[in-house]
């Protein structure tokens, strides 16, 4: 990009770590947008499954020659769909089909991959490698990423009302099935687009333990999808210059900072009260 | 306000449905004015819950029709005229929404799910957490509430986009008296400043029971629709046995008697 290096402080003062840093803020702000619904949805461990999925469009990708990113995108987003396709018919005994999709992505991905005449293997992919993107990986991790933040703005309060009662939605008059199959699909962008920074087999984690940290404080369902979003930056900041001082893997690194900001928020949580106020404290202020 | 004749906000004609072989409802028929308070009783297994299922369009009708406002429920246009409150509060006990979030959420049908909240639609919540005696817990969350204050949060859920028709399912079910009386309370409001009409599907009425304008029997068939009054003069002799009748019905018919 323009002018790289960029006059930043430690880490961040070399080309690599600026690329990897914004592909990480990328994903650190977007994943735990999906994140704040799939958790609300009991759906914590489809970003896992659809991850699972996705390494046979890696196999693909690097078997044909083209950018595993995209190919990854479409099977897995062909994948989300038929998975919620098949959700919503009540066709699935729900973990048997699942397991189908899951193992039969991961073997698809390893026999092609092993077809593959080029040096590339499946590692980076299933365990990320961000000190290595490219300026042409960035330009795509920031515009899924920002495709993923501009659809939760616009559908976030349809979704939340899914989330609440989805046949109250449905009579309400509110597209129940378009936004289920769009969130999956989201979950799906979300997993190419945090391929190369966690690796498909740790994208979950970002998705799911940035929500559970911050559900912890927030009072509110804005406030916990927003704070998610700051967890999932932080993470990924502090995660990389972890990476870069002890030389760990990055991927790894930004996931257990994650869960460390999740065991410092549920230490550190007051105590909140539980107890409801009572109805006739209620009743004082309305007018009966 | 209103004329007599005005045309019904709901009506059923000939509504039958079975499950398999199990027949659930045969040859039913009801239809509502504006403005009316009903509730609509029955034994468990009547077929109250699929009855109201299709009403409100979640569930086909294998024969008969089913209109609201003139349109068959899937294909109403102005869905907000259409108020409804699920049986219970299924919402999650780690949920991290506040009352004010969930409420807002019933505006989406007026307000068009993909826009952003103008000032008339924050004031339509605050106004429907007023309604419900709760706007002093707008900022709580709402797993942290009792049972009848969850349930009055999902009655202003359903009041806050201003509907013609509110649908009640067993609002009233495992919630105390003093919360009962604070239902009441709310429903009355609802019927007196916006004329709504009001269908409360139930199997206990003991806090309404005064305020209704009619009780439709439902046992697969309705066996009763008229005036409260007329239903108490009536009572046993509808050809329900006694053990079916659900228990405010027999209260009413033992007053009736005295």
């Known amino acids: 990009m323009p002018g790289m290096p960029w006059p930043l402080p430690w880490p961040f003062d070399t080309t690599y770590m600026q690329l990897a840093l914004i592909a990480g803020v990328a994903v650190g702000a977007s994943a735990p947008l999906i994140g704040t619904f799939l958790v609300q949805k009991r759906l914590s461990l489809l970003g896992d499954g659809i991850g699972h999925v996705a390494v046979a469009g890696v196999g693909a990708g690097l078997l044909f020659g083209t950018s595993p990113t995209w190919t990854a995108l479409v099977v897995a987003v062909v994948a989300a769909l038929a998975l919620e396709w098949l959700r919503s018919r009540g066709r699935t005994s729900g973990d048997l089909a699942l397991a189908l999709f899951f193992y039969g992505g991961i073997a698809a991905g390893v026999v092609l991959a092993g077809r593959s005449t080029t040096n590339t293997n499946l590692q980076p992919y299933l365990f990320g490698s961000i000190l290595t993107v490219t300026e042409g990986d960035v330009y795509t991790i920031v515009a899924l990423g920002a495709l993923i933040i501009a659809s939760i703005v616009l559908t976030r309060r349809a979704l939340l009302a899914v989330v609440l009662d989805e046949d109250a939605s449905r009579v309400a008059g509110i597209p129940v099935g378009a936004l289920n199959a769009l969130l999956a699909a989201l979950t799906a962008v979300t997993v190419a687009s945090a391929m190369r920074v966690t690796g498909v087999l740790l994208i979950a984690a970002l998705m799911v333990l940035p929500v559970a940290t911050s559900r912890v404080a927030a009072r509110s369902f804005r406030a916990t999808t927003v704070g998610a979003a700051v967890v999932g930056v932080v993470a990924v900041v502090v995660g990389l210059a972890a990476a870069r001082q002890w030389a760990l893997a990055a991927g790894g690194a930004i996931v257990l900072v994650t869960l460390a900001l999740f065991a410092a928020a549920s230490i550190a949580a007051p105590l909140r009260k539980s107890r409801a106020p009572d109805d006739a404290a209620s009743l004082l202020s309305g007018p009966g | ?258």
């Open chain 2, 1 to 258: 306000m209103r004329t007599p004749a005005a045309d019904p906000v709901l009506s059923a004609h000939g509504v039958s449905f079975a499950f398999g072989a199990h027949r659930v409802l045969d040859d039913v028929g009801m239809e509502i004015s504006p403005g009316e308070f009903t509730a609509l009783v029955g034994p468990n297994g009547a077929g109250k819950s699929t009855l109201l299922r299709i009403v409100l369009g979640l569930l086909a009708p294998q024969k008969g029709r089913v209109e609201l406002f003139g349109s068959p429920p899937r294909r109403l246009p102005a869905r907000w005229r259409l108020g409804y409150v699920p049986q219970r509060p299924r919402l999650a006990p780690d949920l991290p929404a506040t009352v004010e979030e969930v409420v807002a959420a019933g505006r989406l049908a007026k307000q068009g799910w993909w826009r952003r909240a103008r000032p008339a639609d924050r004031d339509a919540v605050a106004h429907a957490l007023e309604s419900v005696a709760l706007d002093g817990l707008r900022a709580q969350r709402v797993a942290e509430l009792s049972g009848g204050q969850q349930q009055r949060v999902l009655i202003a859920k359903a009041l806050v986009s201003e509907p013609e028709l509110l649908i009640l399912d067993e609002p009233i079910a495992g919630v105390d008296a003093q919360a009962q009386r604070l239902f009441r309370d709310s429903l009355v409001h609802l019927l007196r400043e916006h004329g709504a009409a009001v269908l409360l599907v139930s199997h206990e009425l003991g806090a309404v029971a005064d305020d209704l304008d009619r009780v439709v029997v439902l046992r697969r068939r309705v066996l009763f629709d008229g005036k409260p009054v007329d239903l108490a003069a009536t009572g046993v002799s509808l050809g329900v046995h006694r053990d079916d009748l659900p228990r405010w019905l027999e209260e009413l018919s033992e007053n009736g008697g005295s």
